[in-house]
């Protein structure tokens, strides 16, 4: 299992609870409401939006839901809230290291709540730029692999402009600088359509190798920070063995 660094997640398929599921459709809902607030309530002008809403589509969010966060963001909808966008450098069990995004209200209480499922896990919170040096900030899409052949998928992403493209049974991986992530989506959308993600991430330039209990203990790291409303994206450096 790789580190969370890596879009494959989104492609599985597991069934999930109805809790996780209102979970992520929260924090779809968030990402959506904040995209629409600092850019335009049109997908076609904020790359950022039509992002979300494709990782909605992708959950399967309802038409309904998805309206109600773009008004909610776009001022159509009354919205008490204010988020802000925050992010935390750790470590994790075994020397692990994580970046994690998130969105929130309250600095002060999602601050809190981190640094507790760190240290209950192994794991403590460091300084901005303790652990980012590991990591390099890229442009992710992914696509399903009935879109294209592997080989097509590649010649597509090297005339895009693309840094590297990743394909298996399930789907294509693709990878660019964050300049380039805007014309490389248009073009590959022109040519495949929408991806199934589109979003800017942390990938690991290295990935530690983690086994037995510290595995263990690193997996249920991940989940308590992924439970967390306020956190949107965990990113880690590991491969569990």
Do not use: C
């Not at 010649?155 to 789907?171: K, L, P, R, T």
């Not at 590959?188 to 993600?197: D, T, V």
């Amino acid at each position: 299992m790789a580190g969370h660094s890596h879009a494959k997640n989104v492609m599985h398929t597991k069934s999930i609870s109805d809790a996780k599921k209102g979970k992520i459709f929260n924090k779809i809902a968030r990402e959506i409401t904040v995209a629409a607030k600092l850019g335009s309530a049109d997908p076609a002008h904020n790359p950022r939006l039509r992002a979300a809403l494709a990782e909605a589509r992708v959950k399967n969010m309802t038409k309904d839901r998805i309206e109600r966060a773009i008004k909610a963001g776009s001022g159509g909808a009354e919205d008490k809230s204010n988020y802000e966008e925050v992010r935390y450098e750790a470590y994790g069990p075994n020397g692990s290291a994580f970046i994690i995004e998130g969105l929130t209200d309250n600095r002060n209480r999602t601050a809190a709540e981190i640094r507790a499922a760190l240290s209950k896990n192994g794991g403590n919170l460091g300084e901005t730029g303790s652990v980012s040096f590991m990591f390099e900030r890229l442009g992710e899409l992914v696509y399903q692999a009935t879109k294209a052949t592997s080989d097509a998928m590649l010649e597509a992403v090297i005339e895009a402009g693309g840094q590297d493209v990743e394909s298996d049974e399930e789907a294509h991986y693709i990878t660019t600088s964050v300049e380039d992530f805007g014309a490389v989506r248009a073009a590959l959308e022109a040519r495949f359509g929408e991806p199934a993600s589109a979003k800017l991430v942390w990938l690991a330039k290295d990935d530690i190798e983690i086994t037995g209990e510290a595995a263990q203990t690193l997996l249920k790291l991940v989940d308590v920070l992924e439970d967390n409303d306020d956190v949107q994206n965990v990113f880690g450096n590991y491969l569990v063995l």
